[in-house]
């Protein structure tokens, strides 16, 4: 079935910006089947750990994070762009291929010692994941994975990831 889900990735051309070549998963999420194995191929990649702790990467990341941490009993947070969360955040700011952000966590989101998994759509530089790492390492916690449905080999963003990684669908 992961071929199922690869090819009902949609590309689009030059989106946001042109020479970028978007991976689309809106079909995934259309179809209850292809969205349902995507969350559960991605509750496989804990192989049997606790997690006390999945961390969805705004927006995306939220989508695929919420139902990964109900199936896993974990609790479920948001990393977001500023401006977002309304109480104490530690930030972390990063480059895209097509430009900077900043993303922030509560600082109370996850306690010393607790086991994380990371969930996010895409996986192409690694900036916005690395920088995701560096801001959950702040909070004290060990990183059992940081998953992806899609990822881009050819932009090598895993090798910026300071934690394990996996990737359901992979594009060279």
Same mark, same amino acid.
């Given at each position: 079935?992961?071929?199922? !889900?690869?090819?009902?990735?949609?590309?689009?051309?030059?989106?946001?910006?042109?020479?970028?070549?978007?991976?689309?998963?809106?079909?995934? $999420? +259309?179809?209850?089947?292809? $969205?349902?194995?995507?969350?559960?191929?991605?509750?496989?990649?804990?192989?049997?750990?606790?997690?006390?702790?999945?961390?969805?990467?705004?927006?995306?990341?939220?989508?695929?994070? +919420?139902?990964?941490? $109900?199936?896993?009993?974990?609790?479920?947070?948001?990393?977001?762009?500023?401006?977002?969360?309304? %109480?104490?955040? %530690?930030?972390? *700011?990063? *480059? !895209?291929? %097509? =430009?900077?952000?900043?993303?922030?966590?509560?600082?109370?989101?996850?306690?010393? =010692?607790?086991?994380?998994?990371?969930?996010?759509? !895409?996986?192409?530089? =690694?900036?916005? +994941?690395?920088?995701?790492?560096? $801001?959950?390492?702040?909070?004290?916690?060990?990183?059992?994975?940081?998953?992806?449905?899609?990822?881009?080999?050819?932009?090598?963003?895993?090798?910026?990831?300071? +934690?394990?990684? *996996?990737?359901?669908?992979? %594009?060279?």
């Amino acid at each position: 079935m992961p071929d199922r !889900l690869k090819s009902a990735v949609r590309d689009i051309p030059d989106f946001p910006i042109p020479g970028i070549l978007f991976k689309d998963i809106s079909p995934i $999420l +259309a179809d209850p089947k292809l $969205l349902q194995h995507s969350i559960d191929l991605l509750v496989n990649i804990a192989d049997d750990q606790k997690v006390d702790k999945v961390v969805g990467i705004d927006a995306r990341g939220f989508i695929f994070g +919420a139902p990964v941490a $109900l199936a896993l009993k974990a609790g479920f947070i948001p990393v977001r762009k500023p401006g977002k969360l309304p %109480y104490k955040t %530690y930030e972390e *700011s990063y *480059s !895209l291929e %097509y =430009g900077e952000n900043t993303l922030q966590i509560h600082q109370d989101a996850i306690l010393p =010692g607790e086991k994380v998994l990371i969930i996010d759509d !895409l996986l192409a530089t =690694g900036g916005t +994941a690395a920088a995701t790492v560096d $801001l959950i390492k702040k909070l004290g916690v060990e990183i059992i994975n940081v998953a992806f449905i899609i990822e881009l080999n050819a932009l090598n963003g895993r090798e910026k990831i300071d +934690a394990p990684v *996996s990737s359901i669908i992979q %594009y060279t």
